[in-house]
């Protein structure tokens, strides 16, 4: 097993920063890669941004490319999402995830989660 701890969310005006950390314990040595997704009221879940745990590749869903930048700490076990020039539309429950499977872009391919951490972005 893998637990999973967010940390970081909280208000935000339009075009400001926040940084989310997310750190692993238990089984982290079965994990090929960390995600962020998000939750919307209303909507589905969907994915942010991933990294793989071996080789740090990044991986970015369109709508935050540019503006969000996902990295690792291998020591620590945790995994960072910088975000900047934030829109009220990234307002969400921002999730973080751990894969134990190559796929690192769609949710169900995802074994653990942790609890969620609310990011909300005032115009």
Do not use: H
Request: hydrophobic share 35%; with cysteine; proline share 2%.
């Amino acid at each position: 097993q893998v637990q999973l701890v967010e940390s970081g969310g909280g208000l935000v005006q339009a075009g400001g920063s926040l940084r989310l950390s997310c750190a692993a314990s238990g089984r982290t040595f079965s994990m090929s890669a960390m995600g962020w997704f998000r939750q919307a009221p209303g909507k589905e879940r969907e994915f942010v941004a991933a990294i793989s745990w071996s080789a740090g590749t990044t991986y970015y869903a369109d709508s935050v490319k540019g503006r969000f930048t996902i990295s690792r700490d291998k020591a620590k076990n945790t995994v960072y999402l910088q975000m900047n020039s934030l829109k009220p539309e990234d307002t969400a429950v921002y999730y973080c995830g751990a894969t134990t499977t190559p796929i690192v872009n769609i949710l169900r391919y995802y074994n653990y989660w942790g609890q969620g951490t609310q990011v909300t972005v005032s115009s």
